[in-house]
């Protein structure tokens, strides 16, 4: 079982509707995510009026929201100008095919939506790059984590080792009760307690980016499970198809 000590809430800025990263902030970054008082899911059928209500306090047009579909697996996009508004309000516009989201251009907020998967926040500060990231099991088993950070490398010059990391709310090792078969898709990663086994997306993810160069100062975790602390963030473990989603976003200022 891997043990790793990072920080946690103690950086993060809490507002009644949102909590955000203050390093990021601190950098030249906006990464934040927001609680179950908004639902900001395609299926919210105040999906215009939520949206705007929580990226509008941050500063954040609206109508400038890119997300993509999200199909559990492997693929990353970059995100140029001409993408503004793909997925601000329609999931068939929201680019397609991929679970993460990579841009160089300041001003243009990426965000993916969860109910108990792991959003990854990834800033380069030095190349001015960030990345959004939505790592359920499927995808991570799809090195969506290893895809994105090598991908601002090839493309944009950013090195592991010069990232800021954030892990957002997701279910954890303490709640994500799974079956027999993911011991062979996670060797070595699945926990085993009082005859039940469990998986940490927490600390999978942690020993990919350490083990990728990513420096551990730089990795800070808002420490939240959306199962522990369903009253207070949208868990499908939990509430089933009827779950609502929380959104994560990322933009450079």
Request: glycine share 8%.
């Amino acid at each position: 079982m891997r043990i790793i000590m990072l920080a946690t809430q103690n950086n993060l800025i809490k507002n009644i509707n949102y909590y955000q990263f203050k390093n990021f902030l601190e950098c030249g970054a906006l990464a934040c995510f927001n609680n179950r008082n908004l639902d900001l899911g395609f299926g919210s059928s105040k999906i215009e009026e939520n949206r705007k209500e929580f990226l509008s306090t941050l500063g954040i047009n609206h109508k400038d929201l890119v997300c993509c579909q999200q199909p559990h697996g492997g693929k990353v996009a970059i995100v140029e100008e001409s993408d503004k508004g793909k997925g601000a309000y329609s999931f068939a516009k929201a680019i397609a095919e991929c679970d993460a989201l990579v841009t160089n251009c300041k001003n243009i907020p990426l965000a993916v939506l969860t109910a108990d998967c792991l959003p990854l926040f990834l800033f380069a500060r030095k190349k001015s790059v960030s990345a959004i990231i939505h790592a359920g099991w499927r995808g991570i088993k799809e090195n969506i984590l290893e895809n994105t950070v090598f991908l601002m490398r090839d493309k944009f010059g950013v090195y592991p080792q010069d990232l800021l990391v954030g892990l957002g709310p997701a279910i954890r090792g303490c709640c994500y009760e799974v079956k027999e078969e993911f011991k062979d898709y996670f060797p070595g990663e699945v926990l085993e307690r009082n005859g039940r086994l469990y998986l940490d997306l927490i600390g999978i993810n942690l020993g990919k980016l350490l083990n990728i160069g990513v420096i551990k100062e730089n990795i800070f975790d808002s420490g939240f499970c959306t199962a522990c602390l369903n009253e207070k963030f949208f868990s499908f473990r939990k509430e089933g198809p009827a779950a609502g989603r929380l959104m994560s976003v990322i933009m450079l200022r």
